[in-house]
């Protein structure tokens, strides 16, 4: 079954560390999307991808990092300079139109220790 | 002022009664409308998308009042398994906007 898969599922950061979320998608779809999920706010947008090699920044692309070098595969890295990178990360993949809306990973709930 | 708003709730319901709640949004050039639903620390799925002419997907009614600048959505016959955030989510210049979203509690 096609779908969209992000791991690990939980993750735990010390303080000064860089740790990269992993979504891979087999839907060919070729948008891509990483949103950040806090308590009693809607996902805000990290950074989207519409092509392979090619992204852009969302609303809150500070303290984060990505890349795009396969069509499937779109991963987040978290570096020190997100000073509050606890939250629910969620990546996303959707066909060029929006019109269809998105399909979502599970998740991965980050957390700093 | 966020660009889609809607009431947090939670909105407790009795099992097979009624439910409806809004959610507003503030480009008036907004094409695409969605409700995805949520359940507690799962991501989004998509519930249905919201049409002009408005759409009904079993016990589910979205409706779009353009002029005014919202959508709905009626829940018809409660379940318990419709207890969930429902999520608002309307595009802004190409991009996804999504609400807080809404919860629904409903009781036996």
């Given at each position: 079954?096609?779908?969209?898969?992000?791991?690990?599922?939980?993750?735990?950061?010390?303080?000064?560390?860089?740790?990269?979320l992993?979504?891979?998608?087999?839907?060919?779809?070729?948008?891509?999307?990483?949103?950040?999920?806090?308590?009693?706010?809607?996902?805000?947008?990290?950074?989207?991808?519409?092509?392979?090699?090619?992204?852009?920044?969302?609303?809150?692309?500070?303290?984060?990092s990505?890349?795009?070098?396969?069509?499937?595969?779109?991963?987040?890295?978290?570096?020190?300079?997100?000073?509050?990178?606890?939250?629910f990360?969620?990546?996303?993949?959707?066909i060029?139109?929006?019109?269809?809306?998105?399909?979502?990973?599970?998740?991965?709930?980050?957390?700093?220790v | 002022?966020?660009?889609?708003?809607?009431?947090?709730?939670?909105?407790?319901?009795?099992?097979?009664?009624?439910?409806?709640?809004?959610?507003?949004?503030?480009?008036?050039?907004?094409?695409?409308?969605?409700?995805?639903?949520?359940?507690?620390?799962?991501?989004?799925?998509?519930?249905?998308?919201?049409?002009?002419?408005?759409?009904?997907?079993?016990?589910?009614?979205?409706?779009?009042?353009r002029?005014?600048?919202?959508?709905?959505?009626?829940?018809?016959?409660?379940?318990?398994?419709?207890?969930?955030t429902?999520?608002?989510?309307?595009?802004?210049?190409?991009?996804?906007?999504?609400?807080?979203?809404?919860?629904?509690?409903?009781?036996?």
């Open positions: 079954d096609g779908g969209i898969t992000q791991s690990p599922k939980y993750l735990f950061r010390k303080e000064g560390q860089n740790v990269t992993s979504c891979e998608q087999n839907l060919n779809h070729d948008a891509m999307y990483w949103y950040r999920q806090d308590p009693g706010q809607g996902l805000r947008l990290i950074y989207y991808s519409q092509i392979v090699n090619d992204f852009q920044k969302g609303d809150i692309a500070e303290g984060y990505v890349s795009r070098e396969k069509k499937e595969s779109f991963p987040l890295t978290v570096t020190s300079a997100q000073k509050n990178p606890t939250a990360y969620l990546c996303a993949s959707s060029e139109d929006e019109f269809y809306g998105y399909t979502f990973g599970s998740g991965t709930r980050l957390t700093v | 002022r966020k660009e889609v708003e809607q009431d947090p709730g939670p909105f407790n319901v009795p099992e097979g009664a009624t439910v409806a709640f809004n959610c507003t949004y503030s480009n008036s050039a907004s094409q695409s409308f969605f409700w995805y639903r949520q359940d507690c620390r799962k991501e989004p799925k998509l519930l249905m998308s919201v049409y002009s002419s408005g759409n009904e997907d079993g016990r589910f009614t979205a409706q779009l009042n002029a005014s600048q919202y959508i709905s959505l009626l829940i018809r016959d409660s379940k318990l398994s419709d207890s969930a429902y999520l608002c989510v309307v595009d802004s210049w190409g991009k996804l906007q999504f609400g807080a979203g809404t919860q629904v509690v409903v009781t036996p």
